[in-house]
């Protein structure tokens, strides 16, 4: 008990701004944590926000030597502040989603014998065929990504392989990019990592491998099978395989930590290193999801994680491979009008004051007593689209006998999740119409799209966080993601401290909402998972 008692384990997050880790012992208390900040700390790189933008303002990277160095300057600090390295058991970590780093070839061979006499960074300045990695806010590679989906068969083909249609920042239309605008390069590279197996491999002291969860963003891998997919890497790049390497489960214990480490620094020679996984996979892990829960950010964009049993690939979201249970999915959706609609309405209808936005909320009746809105005042990711529109319990938009310049027949599926939570027994109604369809009731909403006119004031708070919500559930249950038994909400971000928004959000997911605080989960959850890995590898 003792040495349990003495031990920690360490989760790295290597993220756009920061490296940060935190330490946790065997009762997942954090005991130490610390961070270098790239652009304060590493002048030298001269970044802006961790990155380089080029010229273009699509190109976006990062040098690779800097994460190296940062990890140095972690280190140093961590040992300067009296922590015992000795006592590590395990370390994990997480990376950026989707960068890529380029390694030179002859690379494995200096990761093999590092001097613990010297920085890694010293060692490894030389190691790297692509000085400057491509990041996550890359938006240059529109044109592979549409030759990506040709290849295949279009979006849905390729979203029912990788779990997603093509991004731009997805690393293999990076990877693209580079093979016909840096065919030199390209050769050189002996191996291409995520930054989050790039990180592993720097504690192995070898190549690690691409591990299923953060491999689910790349659009290369086949997420049913959890290997690659030849039609999807046939379409990138030649012998793109070889250079990728081979795919680990994301609770894959890689092997021990470099004796670089343990010479220069103390860690034991025994210390375990887990995959090293992406950082919104390793968020789920810090928020501690199961089976049947959804987290909400609720910040200047909304996100939704879920885990999910039986995924349901679509054009809109990301189905990426479980971080936890290798044999469960999770998903995540982005929707880019968040608080700043929020606040918008907030000024326009509460004189900006949240106080009367919450008291419009406590005033107005689950269903909005009909009226709806759909709020995008840019455009939107879930789904493409933006503008803003208001239907009322007529199923016309206010103001609809106002001359209209044209007017054109929709219909609104919101399929059977709506049938379901106290916000929908209230819309139900309202409906105009439906129709049954493998046994239960669909319904189904037609509106006259005419000129836009404002609710009252009350209701178009309402309007607002409830479109909102109910928008994140249809797309949820689109993916494949249920409610069961026993199911939970976890809030965070800024609008989570608003007790009224939240009761909202629990209408209309029919489950308590639960807040949470989730300041640096993608490295915490990698502790957890540094912890968890560890004792199932010594059972």
């Given at each position: 008990?003792?040495?349990?008692?003495?031990?920690?384990?360490?989760?790295?997050?290597?993220?756009?701004?920061?490296?940060?880790?935190?330490?946790?012992?065997?009762?997942?208390?954090?005991?130490?944590?610390?961070?270098?900040?790239?652009?304060?700390?590493?002048?030298?790189?001269?970044?802006?926000?961790?990155?380089?933008?080029?010229?273009?303002?699509?190109?976006?990277?990062?040098?690779?030597?800097?994460?190296?160095?940062a990890?140095?300057?972690?280190?140093?600090?961590?040992?300067?502040?009296?922590?015992?390295?000795?006592?590590?058991?395990?370390?994990?970590?997480?990376?950026?989603?989707?960068?890529?780093?380029?390694?030179?070839?002859?690379?494995?061979?200096?990761l093999?014998?590092?001097?613990?006499?010297?920085?890694?960074?010293?060692?490894?300045?030389?190691?790297?065929?692509?000085?400057?990695?491509?990041?996550?806010?890359?938006?240059?590679?529109?044109?592979?990504?549409?030759?990506?989906?040709?290849?295949?068969?279009?979006?849905?083909?390729?979203?029912?392989?990788?779990?997603?249609?093509?991004?731009?920042?997805?690393?293999?239309?990076?990877?693209?990019?580079?093979?016909?605008?840096?065919?030199?390069?390209?050769?050189?590279?002996?191996?291409?990592?995520?930054?989050?197996?790039?990180?592993?491999?720097?504690?192995?002291?070898?190549?690690?491998?691409?591990?299923?969860?953060?491999?689910?963003?790349?659009?290369?891998?086949d997420?049913?099978?959890?290997?690659?997919?030849?039609?999807?890497?046939?379409a990138?790049?030649?012998?793109?395989?070889?250079?990728?390497?081979?795919?680990?489960?994301?609770?894959?214990?890689?092997?021990?930590?470099?004796?670089?480490?343990?010479?220069?620094?103390?860690f034991?020679?025994?210390?375990?290193?887990?995959?090293?996984?992406?950082?919104?996979?390793?968020?789920?892990?810090?928020?501690?999801?199961?089976?049947?829960?959804?987290?909400?950010?609720?910040?200047?964009?909304?996100?939704?994680?879920?885990?999910?049993?039986?995924?349901?690939?679509?054009?809109e979201?990301?189905?990426?491979?479980?971080?936890?249970?290798?044999?469960?999915?999770?998903?995540l959706?982005?929707?880019?009008?968040?608080?700043?609609?929020?606040?918008?309405?907030?000024?326009?209808?509460?004189g900006?004051?949240?106080?009367?936005f919450?008291?419009?909320?406590?005033?107005?009746?689950?269903?909005?007593?009909?009226?709806?809105?759909?709020?995008?005042?840019?455009?939107?990711?879930?789904p493409?689209?933006?503008?803003?529109?208001?239907?009322?319990?007529?199923?016309?938009?206010?103001?609809?006998?106002?001359?209209?310049?044209?007017?054109?027949?929709?219909?609104?599926?919101?399929?059977?999740?709506?049938?379901?939570?106290?916000?929908?027994?209230?819309?139900?109604?309202?409906?105009?119409?439906?129709?049954?369809?493998?046994?239960?009731?669909?319904?189904?909403?037609?509106?006259?799209?005419?000129?836009?006119?404002?609710?009252?004031?009350?209701?178009?708070?309402?309007?607002?966080?409830?479109?909102?919500?109910?928008?994140?559930?249809?797309?949820?249950?689109?993916?494949?993601?249920?409610?069961?038994?026993?199911?939970?909400?976890?809030?965070?971000?800024?609008?989570s401290?608003?007790?009224?928004?939240?009761?909202?959000?629990?209408?209309?997911?029919?489950a308590?909402?639960?807040?949470?605080?989730?300041a640096?989960?993608?490295?915490?959850?990698?502790?957890?998972?540094?912890?968890?890995?560890?004792?199932?590898?010594?059972?």
């Amino acid at each position: 008990m003792a040495e349990v008692a003495d031990s920690c384990f360490l989760g790295f997050d290597f993220s756009t701004q920061q490296l940060k880790v935190v330490a946790v012992d065997g009762k997942f208390d954090v005991v130490h944590q610390s961070s270098v900040q790239f652009d304060s700390e590493l002048p030298e790189f001269r970044t802006h926000g961790g990155v380089h933008i080029h010229a273009d303002q699509l190109t976006v990277t990062s040098p690779a030597l800097m994460w190296v160095k940062a990890l140095d300057v972690l280190l140093e600090k961590m040992r300067n502040a009296g922590f015992d390295f000795s006592r590590v058991k395990a370390v994990s970590g997480s990376g950026q989603q989707h960068g890529s780093v380029f390694w030179r070839k002859g690379a494995r061979q200096t990761l093999n014998h590092l001097d613990p006499r010297k920085h890694l960074h010293e060692l490894l300045q030389d190691s790297f065929a692509l000085q400057d990695s491509p990041v996550w806010m890359d938006s240059s590679t529109s044109d592979q990504c549409q030759y990506l989906e040709a290849a295949v068969g279009g979006a849905q083909t390729l979203a029912d392989i990788t779990g997603s249609r093509a991004y731009e920042r997805f690393t293999g239309n990076q990877i693209a990019k580079i093979y016909r605008l840096k065919p030199n390069e390209f050769i050189e590279s002996e191996r291409i990592s995520l930054i989050s197996s790039f990180a592993s491999s720097l504690f192995l002291g070898d190549y690690a491998s691409i591990d299923f969860s953060d491999g689910s963003g790349m659009n290369l891998m086949d997420i049913f099978k959890k290997q690659w997919s030849q039609v999807c890497l046939n379409a990138t790049a030649p012998e793109l395989a070889e250079k990728l390497g081979d795919l680990t489960p994301s609770t894959a214990v890689l092997g021990c930590v470099s004796p670089y480490y343990s010479e220069r620094y103390g860690f034991p020679q025994s210390c375990a290193v887990l995959a090293f996984t992406g950082d919104n996979p390793g968020s789920l892990a810090g928020m501690r999801l199961q089976e049947g829960d959804l987290a909400v950010s609720l910040g200047t964009s909304d996100t939704v994680f879920l885990w999910i049993q039986d995924p349901k690939p679509t054009v809109e979201g990301h189905i990426f491979c479980n971080p936890v249970d290798c044999s469960a999915y999770m998903a995540l959706i982005c929707f880019k009008n968040g608080s700043f609609t929020r606040e918008r309405i907030r000024n326009e209808c509460a004189g900006g004051s949240w106080e009367r936005f919450s008291s419009a909320l406590r005033s107005t009746p689950m269903g909005n007593n009909g009226n709806l809105g759909i709020y995008f005042d840019v455009m939107e990711i879930t789904p493409p689209t933006a503008g803003v529109h208001r239907f009322n319990a007529e199923g016309q938009r206010p103001g609809s006998h106002a001359v209209v310049d044209r007017q054109l027949a929709v219909s609104v599926e919101f399929s059977s999740v709506l049938m379901c939570g106290n916000v929908a027994v209230r819309l139900k109604e309202c409906f105009m119409g439906a129709e049954t369809v493998s046994g239960y009731l669909k319904p189904v909403f037609v509106f006259a799209l005419a000129q836009v006119a404002a609710f009252d004031r009350e209701v178009e708070i309402r309007a607002l966080v409830e479109g909102q919500f109910l928008a994140k559930r249809v797309h949820a249950e689109k993916l494949g993601y249920k409610i069961i038994q026993g199911t939970r909400v976890l809030a965070t971000g800024g609008a989570s401290a608003n007790k009224d928004i939240l009761q909202v959000l629990s209408d209309v997911f029919n489950a308590p909402v639960y807040t949470i605080d989730v300041a640096n989960s993608a490295c915490l959850g990698c502790a957890y998972r540094a912890l968890h890995g560890n004792n199932s590898f010594c059972l």
